[in-house]
């Protein structure tokens, strides 16, 4: 059974830090490009970060870079988001995604987590 479990959301104020992390089960982790995407309350989902298999690669959304930091440990089947100088902007469910394209389009994703910045 596929599973990714995302953790480390919470509230935050503004200009503070959070670290995400998404635990992955049930695949071959190593072959799978790991993302982080969110979704604020009435707005669409849209990608924040990714990283590829072997971790060499890295992806930002604008909006993020500079502040947002994706990293894997492939030992640990996990994948962490590690955020600084949050935003009230920043404030949405953050779920995790893992991607392959080696037999047709494969997509998980994570249930989400909560992660609200605000004084």
């Known amino acids: 059974q596929v599973q990714l479990v995302e953790s480390g959301g919470g509230l935050v104020q503004p200009g503070g830090s959070l670290r995400l992390s998404c635990a992955g089960s049930g695949f071959i982790f190593n072959d799978y490009a790991m993302s982080w995407y969110r979704q604020a309350p009435g707005k669409e989902r849209e990608l924040v970060a990714s990283i590829a298999s072997t971790g060499r690669h890295t992806n930002y959304a604008d909006s993020v870079k500079g502040r947002f930091a994706v990293s894997r440990d492939n030992a640990k089947n996990t994948v962490y988001l590690q955020m600084h100088s949050l935003e009230p902007e920043d404030t949405a469910v953050y779920y995790c995604?893992?991607?392959?394209?080696?037999?047709?389009?494969?997509?998980?994703w994570g249930q989400g987590t909560q992660v609200t910045v605000s004084p």
């Open positions: 995604n893992a991607y392959s394209g080696r037999e047709g389009d494969v997509n998980y």
